[in-house]
């Protein structure tokens, strides 16, 4: 992860190794990439409910864990009625 800097004070989403899904407001990062989250939830899809959030507060989450971070659009991510989604939870990687 080159640069990490730009994602700081900013709403982001993490998927993680494991299949989770957490959003949050990134309020640091170090060196190997570990992330710093406040105000997080983990997002938990299923093909027959719809997301459910959990609130996970100040979270840590090692750098060697991420996937992918990605910038939510608040205007975007407010207009989608999470109870409607519907969708297969991702699977953990195996190596």
Same mark, same amino acid.
């Given at each position: 992860m080159s640069s990490l800097q730009g994602y700081v004070d900013r709403r982001v989403l993490l998927i993680l190794q494991d299949g989770r899904a957490i959003v949050g407001i990134m309020a640091g990062y170090d060196q190997k990439?570990?992330?710093?989250?406040?105000?997080?939830?983990?997002?938990?899809?299923? $093909?027959?409910?719809?997301?459910?959030?959990? $609130?996970?507060?100040?979270y840590l989450v090692k750098g060697d864990m991420v996937v992918l971070i990605g910038e939510i659009d608040d205007a975007l991510d407010a207009a989608v009625d999470l109870s409607t989604v519907r969708a297969e939870p991702i699977p953990p990687i195996r190596y």
């Amino acid at each position: 992860m080159s640069s990490l800097q730009g994602y700081v004070d900013r709403r982001v989403l993490l998927i993680l190794q494991d299949g989770r899904a957490i959003v949050g407001i990134m309020a640091g990062y170090d060196q190997k990439s570990n992330v710093v989250l406040s105000d997080s939830k983990e997002r938990v899809y299923s $093909p027959d409910e719809g997301v459910e959030e959990i $609130p996970l507060g100040l979270y840590l989450v090692k750098g060697d864990m991420v996937v992918l971070i990605g910038e939510i659009d608040d205007a975007l991510d407010a207009a989608v009625d999470l109870s409607t989604v519907r969708a297969e939870p991702i699977p953990p990687i195996r190596y």
